[in-house]
């Protein structure tokens, strides 16, 4: 569970019910029907003209990942589990390396170690797991293009359901209370616009830029370790080269394991 997408959500919810009953106005004005059909019906609409199917159809998956997060194995782990793969390759071969592949459950770490097993050279295994790399990087680049794009569009749907309120508005200017009413009806789709846009959608965006971030130096940390595992790097030169994908605090503890 990605906690820290709940407690913003929710705390940003809470920030504008509390923070407009502080100020005296009425929470439950956010409670219109109108104002949320124009603002996220607009925004799913504006999506879905921006978008390709093939992409809006991965907005579900997105979602999850923003809620649940991603699981990578742990900087530590992967040290050691390359640093104990380097004393079997000495000892076993490739053969080793192979068997320890097949054990392996995250599906990455499984084919990069298969290469290295088939006997591939530095050059192309290094070449293929950073296709794969950019690959996933242009993926995940227009997963959240969807969400900042979505930022950008809610706010000013946000001004067209002010507009439209404001010409309700206009059309009861002999009844004081309808108008005083239809303003604040109208105003209340400027909020949801720029809530939405700059409490949900943009950091949303964000998230999903750091999550990618998280998973490519993942990545790149295995894309090192099958190097120098295909070079024969000793477990001390493997312990070496991966430390540096690991902060300096981290390290320490590792020493102290």
Partial sequence: MEKSTIIGVVGGVLAVGVGMALKGADPHALINPAAFLIIIVGTMAAVFNAFPMNEIKKFPKLVKILITGKKFMPKQEVLELFVSLAKT??????????????????PFIRSSLTLVADGFNAEFINDVIESEIKQMQERHRAGALIFSQSGMYAPTLGVLGAVIGLIAALGNLSDIDKLGHSIAAAFIATLLGIFTGYVLWHPFANKLKQLSNQEVEFKKMVLEGALALQEGASSIAMEARLQSFIPLSERQSLRDK
């Fill in 89 to 106: 390759a000495k000892s076993e071969g490739v053969v080793g390396i192979e068997k320890c592949a097949n054990e392996i459950e995250d």
